[in-house]
């Protein structure tokens, strides 16, 4: 009683039924590399982010960015949008602008008048928040830039509520991770490449712990 023991697996996968099994007899453990970053809710929210503002023609990205908790968006909507804009890049653009008088501002009237009412309303409170942190691009570092944009967002109570439960310290180690690709690039001369920042999250793992109490 009060002591530890150590457990180990020849694969992960066979930890699916063996802590939960643990955690339903209230034993604490903690584990090393059990949990992918990459697989974790808050990391796939900031990736989608750090992708999407790092590169304004990545579809795929502000797909994801505007179907995220950070905004909400139906897929409706989104088709809704599309179909206004003609093509998604012309979205992007308008959603990025800061320019709300004249033709845009018509713009932005017409297209509030579209959406269901809740894409509206969440849609005008994404923009909103976020056309202030677009307009210092290239004017900021790379991570004190997204980590603005992400707190701006509302990031800081997303990963306080997230799936995975409370998951702060897996956001601030991909910001760490983000700002040691970027330093890097900077001293070699070359582009910061999302590649190469992919590659590292890959080989990271989030902090592991049951949920039933301290470690022994």
């Given at each position: 009683p009060g002591g530890s023991i150590a457990l180990l697996v020849r694969y992960r996968s066979h930890l699916k039924t063996i802590?939960?099994?643990?955690?339903?007899?209230?034993?604490?453990?903690?584990?090393?590399?059990?949990?992918?970053?990459?697989?974790?809710?808050?990391?796939?929210?900031?990736?989608?982010?750090?992708?999407?503002?790092h590169n304004p023609v990545d579809e795929i990205s502000w797909v994801a960015l505007l179907r995220s908790p950070f905004c909400g968006l139906s897929l409706?909507?989104?088709?809704?949008?599309?179909?206004?804009?003609t093509n998604f890049k012309r979205v992007i653009a308008w959603l990025v602008s800061s320019a709300e008088l004249g033709p845009a501002q018509t713009r932005s009237t017409e297209v509030?008048?579209?959406?269901?009412?809740?894409?509206?309303?969440?849609?005008?409170?994404?923009?909103?928040?976020?056309?202030?942190?677009?307009?210092?691009?290239?004017?900021?570092?790379?991570?004190?830039?997204?980590?603005?944009?992400?707190?701006?967002?509302?990031?800081?109570?997303?990963?306080?509520?997230?799936?995975?439960?409370?998951?702060?310290?897996?956001v601030s180690d991909f910001f760490d991770l983000l700002e040691s690709v970027d330093q890097e690039s900077l001293l070699s001369g070359k582009p910061f490449a999302m590649e190469e920042l992919e590659r590292r999250v890959d080989r990271l793992y989030a902090s592991s712990a049951s949920k039933v109490g301290g470690t022994d």
């Open positions: 802590l939960p099994a643990m955690e339903d007899a209230s034993i604490a453990w903690q584990g090393t590399d059990i949990s992918p970053l990459k697989q974790r809710e808050v990391i796939m929210d900031v990736y989608s982010l750090t992708k999407a503002l409706s909507d989104l088709q809704v949008l599309k179909n206004y804009f509030w008048s579209i959406l269901s009412k809740n894409g509206a309303s969440r849609l005008k409170s994404f923009s909103q928040r976020l056309r202030p942190q677009w307009e210092q691009r290239e004017r900021k570092p790379l991570r004190q830039w997204i980590e603005s944009a992400w707190y701006s967002l509302g990031g800081e109570f997303l990963a306080a509520s997230s799936h995975d439960g409370e998951d702060s310290g897996s």
